[in-house]
């Protein structure tokens, strides 16, 4: 919806121009992005803007009205509560100032021909290149002007003709060149749904045109916009409907909602299309729509007053009924560096009723002095861990939500409304949001953010999570009673992955609101590091015990969701036939082009883990120690060994260039990130894996959830009737477990179960005494894996007995105990499972150990 061509400001240089603007911008402070948010003036700006143009050329030959409309119409634009104007080409000099008159913000469109398949032409873009210099330069620094959108909408066939790579790299020069010209600029583009697969994060501000006329499926297209955008401002650059052909009521109702659901989903704002009914295309007026707010002679229609009524309001005060108390917990343990600005971070929240608690877990420094200094609850403690201060701030929490933040995160202003939104929309039991590095930590904490093991959510969709992080969360206050709280056995770390487990196996719902951001401190050396990823080392073994069926072959989690801001394994270096692919639908003519992603294979993972490094070295020491004895086939270990060093130098470098390429970066300094981050990637699974081993001897030690051990079979009081619920029930939990469940006709057994690698158990069942269900699961060992276990045990005396291959002794023992392990955990996952799905149908297990640890209902019920 743009003209074809634009007009340079006339009767001055665009040197002389940028200047005065440059000097009139002195005492203004410049747009900037703050998050997933702007800010201009230190305030936070929330753009509620129309867009406007293009029109038949004035007497200027500019694409604009006279001046003294231009005037009026800005006047009514304040009127309506419009901060911001969104054009389609570069506005002039005097446009731009009459907009700062009026208090108006400028979203200036840098007009060039990308409706033509002039791509690959270097002369042309040469010229669109100049040409966009040009109008850039001419605006540059101009107080009223908020960003330049480089483009809009280039058709789907065009991009899919030049490829998508070809277009990017057009839009990135094009950005480059204007942050030459002025490197505080703000920089967007506004794409569409059919284009939606371009790349665009090296923008400023993620901008798109979306017109859906359903609010369900507008509000759900939005939250997959937030999850492309990533930690990207998201704008919608136009949305709007046609009067003429729907009236002039349908237009101010869809348009009501559209606004509302902008705020609700976190969109740094809107510009609605359009102010007026009068454009123009190619010199020629447009006659057959009117999706404007005034007609084309500026006469007001009812879709005015709905967007003035958004406008002229903030998104607290939307809201129709009251706002539920939420009670915000912070627990601290010797936090006094951090905890004076996760304070000063909650006393600026927005939202209307809360309450900020604070639990001090024994603390030795400064900690208490700091939070009596804030208007909080103060609550002072022994040391117990993490999870028995949780559980404390939820049992002194007033409110009917309660949030939790760490000692070492400050939250955004919005941070509640955000949450309770979410949380009330998905009628969810708990809600999360991102945890975002703060840009002005250290190096340390900078190569730390872009390691693996940090705090991230992970989601099933674009509005339902599988675990969000206990530094960014909200659970309804009843939900967290019904599961008992937090379990006080994790001390440092697994509490909120364990409380999400329990909420989803009751089940309840998590939501995800990608703009409920919290701003947290990684930690600033390679030892803290290390450290914090061996405390959550230790935190999976304690969940494995508890959760053997949602763990793999190698001892980590097997999440049915997308782990995001995580490292994922690359294929281009890999595998450069399974690239990502775009879905064009038939002919390029689809609405909603989107990326597909290939999975990788599991032998990248392999690749990365201390199990491969251990083997390699396995291999390097047994090359060694056969070359030193003198005998002749020292070349096969040593050649590979050879490989797994390249193979996992190779799977860390490249995750490491992955994570750092959108850093502002370059030469020396931007080589020393990406190696201290490669050498985090190889360090992390180490750190990890010996947690685990600690974790897996506090179990034994301390003897955690001996009822999850006491054998493969199982006994629960329910009537015989409820078998068929019970069995139903349990294969739906083995199936979220990732196992192959079927239903057996014609054998003995109930169910037949399958896991990686190959490992079969079956599961039989019986009723005694109409109201006793008894289960057992036992193994069956496919043949193929049997013989893999006897090669395995077999080396392993040839290791022992020839003595230059006793290093190889290691990794062989390793991968022998590895499908040992295997069999144990899937038995201990059927009867884990079988308890719970009886558990969660109201059936209570016989057996006296868990008698002794149900809640006080249930042993009450029993006894």
């Known amino acids: ?52 143009g293009t029109f038949l050329p004035n007497t200027d030959s500019e694409l604009l009205p006279e001046r003294e409309t231009v005037r009026r119409d800005m006047e009514r634009m304040r009127a309506a509560g419009v901060n911001t104007i969104h054009t ?16 108006l913000m400028v979203v200036a469109g840098v007009f060039w021909e990308g409706r033509q398949c002039l791509f690959a032409d270097r002369e042309v873009l040469r010229k669109i290149e100049e040409g966009v210099v040009a109008e850039v330069r001419a605006m540059a620094a101009h107080p009223a ?10 058709p789907p066939l065009v991009a899919r003709w030049h490829g998508k790579a070809r277009i990017e790299r057009l839009l990135r020069r094009l950005r480059n060149r204007v942050k030459e010209i002025d490197p505080d600029l703000l920089v967007t583009y506004a794409n569409y749904p059919p284009t939606e697969f371009l790349d665009l994060s090296f923008l400023d501000v993620i901008g798109f045109n979306v017109y859906l006329e359903c609010e369900s499926e507008f509000r759900a297209y939005l939250d997959r916009l937030q999850m492309l955008a990533g930690d990207r401002p998201l704008l919608l650059t136009e ?12 237009q101010a109702e869809v348009l009501g909602w559209q606004l509302r659901a902008a705020w609700e989903k976190g969109l740094i704002g809107a510009t609605v299309y359009a102010w007026t009914d009068e454009w123009a295309v190619a010199g020629v007026p447009v006659e057959d729509w009117d999706f404007g707010l005034v007609d084309r002679e500026r006469h007001p229609k009812l879709a005015l007053d709905s967007v003035t009524d958004y406008y002229r309001r903030s998104r607290y005060e939307l809201r129709e009924r009251d706002w539920p108390e939420v009670s915000v917990v912070c627990c601290a343990y010797n936090a006094a560096a951090t905890l004076d600005e996760t304070l000063a971070s909650l006393a600026r929240l927005n939202y209307p009723d809360y309450e900020v608690i604070v639990i001090d877990d024994g603390s030795r420094d400064a900690t208490a002095e700091i939070a009596a200094r804030y208007p909080c609850r103060l609550i002072r403690t022994a040391n117990g861990g993490l999870s028995r201060a949780r559980n404390l701030g939820i049992n002194a929490a007033r409110g009917e939500i309660v949030a939790f933040i760490d000692a070492d995160a400050a939250a955004d202003p919005d941070w509640l409304y955000f949450l309770v939104t979410r949380l009330e929309e998905q009628n969810a039991a708990g809600c999360g949001g991102p945890n975002l590095s703060p840009p002005g930590d250290p190096e340390p904490a900078q190569r730390v953010a872009r390691a693996p093991g940090n ?40 509490d909120d992955v364990d409380v999400c487990w329990k909420l989803l196996e009751r089940g309840e719902t998590l939501a995800f609101s990608p703009v409920a951001i919290v701003w947290h401190h990684r930690r600033q050396s390679l030892r803290a590091y290390l450290r914090q990823q061996q405390g959550y080392g230790v935190a999976e073994a304690l969940l494995e015990a508890r959760y053997p069926e949602r763990y793999g ?33 038939p002919q390029g003519t689809g609405l909603f082009q989107s990326v597909y992603t290939p999975q990788a294979p599991w032998w990248l993972s392999v690749a990365a883990s201390p199990e491969f490094h251990g083997a390699t070295a396995a291999l390097g020491a047994s090359a060694l120690w056969i070359g030193l004895a003198g005998l002749s086939f020292w070349p096969a270990p040593a050649v590979l060994a050879a490989f797994g060093m390249v193979a996992s130098a190779a799977c860390c470098l490249e995750a490491s260039l992955r994570m750092c390429a959108r850093d502002e970066l370059h030469g020396f300094s931007y080589w020393r990130r990406v190696i201290g981050v490669a050498r985090l990637h190889f360090l992390q699974p180490w750190a990890r894996w010996l947690g685990r081993l600690k974790g897996a001897w506090r179990c034994r030690k301390e003897h955690l959830w001996p009822s999850r051990f006491i054998g493969t079979e199982g006994t629960l009081w329910a009537g015989w009737e409820r078998r068929e619920e019970w069995l139903e029930r349990l294969s739906r939990l083995l199936r979220d477990a990732g196992m192959g469940v079927t239903h057996d006709s014609w054998g003995r057994h109930d169910l037949t179960v399958r896991v990686y690698p190959g490992y079969v158990a079956v599961l039989e069942s019986v009723v005694e005494h109409q109201s006793q269900i008894r289960f057992r699961a036992r193994l069956r060992t496919p043949l193929r894996l049997r013989l893999l276990e006897g090669v395995l045990a077999a080396a392993m005396v040839g290791a022992v007995v020839v003595l230059p291959l006793l290093p190889l002794l290691v990794p062989l023992a390793g991968c022998f105990f590895t499908l040992r392990r295997e069999k144990r955990r899937l038995l201990a996952s059927l009867a ?6 009886g558990e969660l149908l109201g059936m209570v297990p016989i057996e006296e150990e868990l008698v002794a640890r149900r809640r006080p209902e249930v042993k009450a019920l029993n006894e």
């Open 1 to 52: 919806m743009v003209g074809t061509h634009s007009t340079a400001p006339r009767g001055s240089s665009p040197l002389r121009i940028a200047s005065s603007c440059l000097s009139r911008a002195s005492t203004v402070s410049r747009p900037q992005v703050d998050g997933k948010f702007l800010r201009v003036n230190g305030e936070r700006f929330w753009v509620k803007g129309v867009t406007y």
């Open 88 to 103: 389609y080409t570069a506005p002039p000099a005097w446009f731009l100032d009459l907009a700062a008159e009026h208090d």
């Open 145 to 154: 002007l908020l960003m330049v959108c480089l483009g809009n909408e280039i």
């Open 239 to 250: 949305l709007g409907l046609d009067s003429r052909r729907n009236g002039q009521e349908k």
């Open 455 to 494: 705090p991230v959510h992970i989601l099933l969709d674009n509005e339902a999570a599988e675990h969000i992080p206990g530094c960014n969360m909200a659970f309804c206050k009843s939900a967290l009673k019904a599961v008992d709280g937090f379990d006080s056995v994790y001390r440092v770390a697994g």
């Open 553 to 585: 072959l190698l001892g980590g989690a097997c999440w049915r969701g997308r782990v995001y801001e995580g490292p994922q394994p690359a294929l281009s270096l890999w595998l450069p036939w399974r690239r990502d692919r775009v879905y064009h639908g």
């Open 832 to 837: 884990v499972l079988g308890r719970k799905a």
